[in-house]
């Protein structure tokens, strides 16, 4: 899960990283509001889940209330690389001397840590990696071990930051290292990290992303869950409590495991078709998952036929077979669906749905054949 830059800096200062004081505002009043509250000069930003914010016309510095307004009331409404605005953050402004880049991540072939390190900040940090790589300090941690204070000074020395802004910086790295891993994220990102005129450190943004997997203990989560996506099919489908990810194509999917799911997908691609989404209905598919599954499939418009791919192991193809059945009775479909049943009890599956066959129901008894059916179903 991606935290928004708020997020994030509501979840640093928990460990300590300073910001800059400000607030949230989802109006061009409150944006004043917020101002008010932060000091002039302030700088109002989009909250949007993209980087590059400032280049695009998301980030503006406003030295009084009427700026506010001005620039409050033209970034709210935009849309920033296909993300629309409904969120401002409004703080402080900040005097910047010099401008870094941070940050933790996995390095999973390692299976170490990796911290990133620069004193060229502000820019994409991919930008960095590919026009002067030598710019980077990387240090791998060994998650047994962590992160020192003293390691971290080294790993300051050795990125060449200001002297000024050293001590400080290890201190922050120390924190964002925990942060990151005591906070479970995947992620752990700020840039830039700057050090002010006054000599100060802090983080003037944050990318944060939280290991979904570490949900189950961090009930704090839920409110960034809350805020987290905007496609509404999504939402709909975490509410149900499915494994869901909406896509662009015209064939519904529903597959039991995700491997399967993803198989389904390549399947789909292989004889021209394209998935309008990603479904894992996992082990138990009975009757109320399999209707909540094809009600999340047929709320999306764009949805020309739908693929149920099953393959019985533990789950069993009769008792999948009665919850399609029962499943149809319920909901109301826009499309057809073509079914692939395969596995423990498949035969008698395929007995108890042989007489609700029908052009708008059908059977095949191959992943192959059935992505061919449904393809052409689709249209595509
Ligand atoms: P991004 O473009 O989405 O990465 O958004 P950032 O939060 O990183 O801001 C982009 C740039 O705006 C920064 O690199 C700064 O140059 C500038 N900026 C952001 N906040 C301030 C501030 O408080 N003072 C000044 N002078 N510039 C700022
Ligand atoms: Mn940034």
């Given at each position: 899960?991606?935290?928004?830059?708020?997020?994030?800096?509501?979840?640093?200062?928990?460990?300590?990283?300073?910001?800059?004081?400000?607030?949230?505002?989802?109006?061009?009043?409150?944006?004043?509001?917020?101002?008010?509250?932060?000091?002039?000069?302030?700088?109002?930003?989009?909250?949007?889940?993209?980087?590059?914010?400032?280049?695009?016309?998301?980030?503006?510095?406003?030295?009084?209330?009427?700026?506010?307004?001005?620039?409050?009331?033209?970034?709210?409404?935009?849309?920033?690389?296909?993300?629309?605005?409904?969120?401002?953050?409004?703080?402080?402004?900040?005097?910047?001397?010099?401008?870094?880049?941070?940050?933790?991540?996995?390095?999973?072939?390692?299976?170490?840590?990796?911290?990133?390190?620069?004193?060229?900040?502000?820019?994409?940090?991919?930008?960095?990696?590919?026009?002067?790589?030598?710019?980077?300090?990387?240090?791998?941690?060994?998650?047994?071990?962590?992160?020192?204070?003293?390691?971290?000074?080294?790993?300051?020395?050795?990125?060449?930051?200001?002297?000024?802004?050293?001590?400080?910086?290890?201190?922050?790295?120390?924190?964002?290292?925990?942060?990151?891993?005591?906070?479970?994220?995947?992620?752990?990102?700020?840039?830039?990290?700057?050090?002010?005129?006054?000599?100060?450190?802090?983080?003037?943004?944050?990318?944060?992303?939280?290991?979904?997997?570490?949900?189950?203990?961090?009930?704090?989560?839920?409110?960034?869950?809350?805020?987290?996506?905007e496609d509404p099919r999504e939402r709909m489908a975490h509410e149900r409590g499915l494994n869901y990810i909406g896509l662009e194509g015209s064939v519904g999917i529903i597959a039991n495991g995700a491997g399967l799911a993803m198989s389904t997908l390549d399947v789909v691609n292989q004889v021209g078709g394209r998935a309008a989404n990603f479904l894992d209905?996992?082990?138990?598919?009975?009757?109320?998952?399999?209707?909540?599954?094809?009600?999340?499939?047929?709320?999306?418009?764009?949805?020309?036929?739908?693929?149920?791919?099953?393959?019985?192991?533990?789950?069993?193809?009769?008792?999948?077979?009665?919850?399609?059945?029962?499943?149809?009775?319920?909901?109301?479909?826009?499309?057809?669906?073509?079914?692939?049943?395969?596995?423990?009890?498949?035969?008698?599956?395929?007995?108890?749905?042989?007489?609700?066959?029908?052009?708008?129901?059908?059977?095949?008894?191959?992943?192959?054949?059935?992505?061919?059916?449904?393809?052409?179903?689709?249209?595509?």
């Amino acid at each position: 899960m991606d935290l928004y830059e708020y997020q994030g800096k509501q979840y640093f200062r928990r460990f300590g990283i300073p910001t800059s004081p400000g607030g949230v505002a989802d109006t061009v009043d409150e944006a004043v509001t917020q101002a008010e509250q932060a000091g002039y000069p302030v700088v109002v930003k989009a909250q949007v889940k993209v980087g590059g914010r400032g280049k695009a016309g998301g980030i503006k510095l406003a030295a009084d209330a009427e700026e506010v307004r001005q620039h409050a009331g033209a970034i709210l409404g935009m849309d920033i690389k296909g993300h629309t605005v409904h969120r401002l953050w409004v703080e402080h402004a900040s005097d910047i001397a010099k401008e870094y880049y941070a940050s933790f991540t996995l390095d999973r072939p390692a299976k170490l840590h990796l911290g990133m390190l620069s004193a060229t900040g502000g820019v994409e940090i991919e930008e960095v990696a590919a026009t002067n790589p030598g710019a980077i300090a990387r240090l791998s941690i060994d998650p047994v071990t962590g992160l020192d204070r003293a390691a971290a000074r080294r790993w300051v020395d050795e990125a060449d930051l200001d002297e000024a802004a050293r001590d400080q910086a290890a201190d922050l790295l120390v924190q964002l290292y925990t942060c990151y891993t005591e906070g479970d994220c995947d992620l752990a990102e700020i840039n830039p990290l700057i050090l002010t005129t006054e000599g100060r450190v802090h983080a003037l943004d944050a990318k944060v992303t939280l290991d979904d997997n570490a949900r189950f203990r961090h009930p704090e989560w839920e409110e960034y869950a809350a805020t987290e996506t905007e496609d509404p099919r999504e939402r709909m489908a975490h509410e149900r409590g499915l494994n869901y990810i909406g896509l662009e194509g015209s064939v519904g999917i529903i597959a039991n495991g995700a491997g399967l799911a993803m198989s389904t997908l390549d399947v789909v691609n292989q004889v021209g078709g394209r998935a309008a989404n990603f479904l894992d209905i996992g082990g138990g598919a009975n009757a109320d998952v399999m209707a909540a599954a094809l009600e999340v499939i047929n709320a999306d418009p764009s949805v020309k036929a739908i693929f149920v791919n099953i393959f019985g192991g533990i789950t069993r193809v009769d008792e999948v077979a009665k919850g399609v059945i029962e499943a149809l009775q319920r909901v109301d479909l826009r499309s057809p669906i073509v079914l692939r049943l395969d596995g423990t009890n498949a035969e008698e599956g395929r007995s108890l749905l042989a007489p609700h066959l029908s052009d708008r129901l059908l059977a095949e008894p191959t992943m192959l054949e059935a992505a061919r059916r449904v393809v052409t179903l689709a249209g595509a």
